[in-house]
């Protein structure tokens, strides 16, 4: 194993959750308000949400990295104000891994929004419910499916990012440096062992989380024809 071996795997992993657990909290409500919200800029808003998908990676860590200098109103604005520099930390190539990884939350919980049968929702107003508890106790509970999807698809891809966080966060050692670069960097200094090492990990990773997503959806669907 390569001596940061585990550093950089625990990095990974960490990345990986929080960037699931961020675009969990955010995505649920931008997803409910896209799915049922009617204004005439709504275009603009889903293309702006789903570019990451088309965009190269490269490009978003890119104009990332120029707008978290200190070079750009808000660069000194998170500097100065919030004491806060994003390049190069690992809360950099956490908020470029939440931009990039957006529409891979976002499409699954769309989806499951759209699936809901609409009578649940009038129902719930209808007995005086608020939007926030009909989201909570009436449309959640009946989209799991979507949500496991939107986590799972985030968690995997994030596993394999590789350009947002090179771009942005660059190759530290312990602060920024996941599989994904190690990978990249154990190559070019022909360590193939090395490489092989991490991209063995990841391959498992991405396998074992995918089965899991199968056999968690065959199942649920089961339990609904039942």
């Known amino acids: 194993m390569p001596p940061d071996y585990w550093q950089t795997l625990q990095l990974t992993l960490v990345l990986a959750a929080s960037t699931t657990a961020l675009l969990l909290v955010l995505g649920v409500p931008l997803a409910y308000w896209l799915t049922h919200a009617r204004f005439r800029g709504k275009p ?19 104009y990332l990295l120029l707008a978290f200098s200190d070079g750009t ?22 908020v470029g891994s939440m931009v990039y990884n957006l529409p891979f939350m976002m499409q699954p919980l769309q989806a ?28 959640l509970p009946n989209m799991k499916p979507a949500l496991l999807s939107g986590a799972v698809l985030t968690f995997a891809h994030t596993l394999g990012e590789f350009g947002v966080v090179l771009m942005i966060g660059g190759n530290l050692p312990g602060r920024t440096r996941v599989a994904s670069i190690a990978i990249y960097d154990e190559q070019q200094s022909l360590h193939y062992a090395q490489a092989n090492a991490y991209a063995l990990t990841l391959l498992a990773l991405a396998f ?9 959806t065959k199942r649920d669907a089961t339990r609904r024809l039942l």
């Open 44 to 62: 603009l808003v889903e293309a702006v949400v789903s570019l990451p998908l088309v965009l190269p990676p490269t490009v978003i860590g890119f």
């Open 208 to 216: 074992g989380i995918l089965v899991g997503l199968f056999y968690l």
């Open 112 to 139: 499951g929004f759209q699936q809901v049968p609409r009578s649940l929702r009038e129902a719930a107003y209808t007995l005086g419910k608020s939007r926030l508890t009909t989201l909570g106790r009436v449309l």
């Open 73 to 94: 109103a808000l660069g000194r604005f998170l500097i100065n104000t919030l004491g806060l520099s994003l390049n190069f930390t690992f809360a950099g190539i956490l």
